[in-house]
């Protein structure tokens, strides 16, 4: 007499790290924003487009956040956005740029200020030559 085998459950699944990736960035204590680097890449006067550029990148991927250009100089204080773009490693600000028609001449501090729902953080400040 042959006998047919009992069905068995099968053992749950494990969970698939790759389908529930952990965040890039870890949560600050307390529920608050964690504080990453921020590095500007380059940056300076570019005189074909008269237009002040800083490139920089923030230290963390995250698909959602946002990058301010700060220029301080002798006509104030002037800004420019733009989203940020996550790549393998890092968070790409991109080019952020400022026309000379909203710049005076002279000597500007330049700050890039990195947010997003979860992190933040400022560049060290370097200094652009407006002619």
Do not use: K
């Amino acid at each position: 007499m042959t006998t047919s085998p009992e069905p068995t459950e099968e053992p749950p699944a494990a969970e698939d790290p790759a389908l529930d990736p952990e965040p890039s960035t870890p949560a600050a204590p307390g529920g608050g924003t964690a504080t990453v680097d921020v590095v500007t890449t380059y940056y300076g006067w570019n005189t074909t487009s008269a237009a002040v550029e800083v490139g920089a990148y923030a230290a963390t991927v995250e698909s959602d956040g946002v990058c301010t250009l700060t220029l301080t100089g002798p006509g104030g204080t002037v800004t420019a956005q733009g989203s940020a773009l996550a790549d393998a490693s890092s968070t790409s600000c991109g080019e952020l740029s400022v026309p000379g028609t909203q710049l005076s001449s002279g000597s500007w501090q330049a700050v890039v200020g990195y947010s997003s729902p979860r992190s933040r953080g400022t560049s060290a400040a370097v200094t652009v030559e407006v002619p």
